[in-house]
């Protein structure tokens, strides 16, 4: 009875749903399906013509390893933040929490042309590099490493979220037990803390990524034109070649790749949680 009477306020919701992202989607796969962009005939010859070439499947490559590393480097400064963080008072939590969610503030438009300035041969990274005594500046503009370092530090609350509420909740007393019992403060570490926040991790894993491999406007302005990643691609392809029915199957495509990741890493992540429980 209930459930049928929640029934009518599920409504919008499907509605809504159905409207903005199941149409889209079936409009997205069917033009990938087209032969013309008047879409009067249907054939895989778009999806053909993106395997058949491998500059346009390294570029997915590419484009999804780009991910991986910056999905570690997040990891790699988010998990020490968010473990000093659970540790610390109230008072210096809080500056922490402000600070790590400081960037979702600023329009990621001009996070990134700051860090143009940051990077930049004349930036802040060369001036002390230079100062310390080296020949030459580093070559971080429109470079893969800058992408990385950029991407890090605008996902990065994605990162250190999802681990923070999940440690957040992690009984002290496993800790305080674990170190009765002779374990020292790293040996905690490894088989107390990081094995029950491993869902923290994987969630945020999964948000990191997906946003890292679909920052047009980071990798664009940060890689440059030498650096083609696949949102760039989709953008050459639908605006600067018009060839929409093309661009639409690298999305699919794309689409489908992620979603693989995606789907792997919640598998990973549903273990964890049984472990966990356990």
Known sequence: MKAAGDSPLVLPLAALFVAFF??????LIAL??????AMRTLTFKNYLTFFSDPYHYSILWQTLLLGVKATLVCLAFGYPIAWFCVRSGARLQSIIVFLV?????????????????ILGRQGVINQIWMGLGANEPLKLLYTETGVIMVL???????????????MS???????????????GEWRTLWKVTIPLSLTGVLAGCILTYTACITAFVTQTLIGGA?????????YQQAVGANNWPFAAAISVIFMIAVL???????????RSETYARA
């Open 169 to 183: 909740k992690i009984d002290q007393n496993l800790s305080d037990a674990s170190r009765v019992l002779g374990a």
């Open 22 to 27: 199941v149409a889209p989607l079936c409009v």
């Open 101 to 117: 969610i400081m960037p979702i503030l600023t329009s990621v438009v001009v996070r990134t042309f700051a860090w143009i300035v």
């Open 226 to 234: 030498r650096l083609i990643y696949m949102p760039l691609h989709i």
């Open 260 to 270: 693989v990741i995606v789907g792997i890493l919640g598998a990973l992540g549903r």
């Open 32 to 37: 990938s399906l087209a032969g013309e962009t």
């Open 152 to 166: 890090a530090q605008v996902q990065m609350p994605l990162m250190v979220l999802p681990i923070l509420t999940v």
